[in-house]
Nanobody
Framework: QVQLVESGGGLVQAGGSLRLSCAAS????????MAWFRQAPGKEREFVAA????????YYADSVKGRFTISRDNAKKTVYLQMSSLKPDDTAVYYC??????????????????WGQGTQVTVSS
């Protein structure tokens, strides 16, 4: 069982930066692939970024590539999402998610077994 708690959301101006954190419980965090998804009002939840359980693989949605960076610290049981050059279109609730080991379907929300409660990110123009 894994519990996920996101933090770091807030209000930022366009062009600014934020770093989201997702703290995980459980003894086997290092065996879980982790991801960030986001959901804007009236839209479906969409993939943002993922990192493999080993940290050797990272994956990004085209819309955030070059602006966002996902990383993990297994000793702290935490995954991060560094967001730069933020745009109003990045406004959404951001969710942390996890599944054990690996899969080629990192972008698919149905792959994930555990979810956090979400943290709001609002980018003003």
């Amino acid at each position: 069982q894994v519990q996920l708690v996101e933090s770091g959301g807030g209000l930022v101006q366009a062009g600014g930066s934020l770093r989201l954190s997702c703290a995980a419980s459980g003894r086997t965090f290092s065996t879980y692939s982790m991801a960030w998804f986001r959901q804007a009002p009236g839209k479906e939840r969409e993939f943002v970024a993922a990192i493999s359980w080993s940290g050797s693989g990272t994956y990004y949605a085209d819309s955030v590539k070059g602006r966002f960076t996902i990383s993990r610290d297994n000793a702290k049981k935490t995954v991060y999402l560094q967001m730069s050059s933020l745009k109003p279109d990045d406004t959404a609730v951001y969710y942390c998610a996890a599944f054990q080991y690996s899969s080629p379907y990192y972008y698919n929300k149905d792959q994930y077994d555990y979810w956090g409660q979400g943290t709001q990110v609002t980018v003003s123009s």
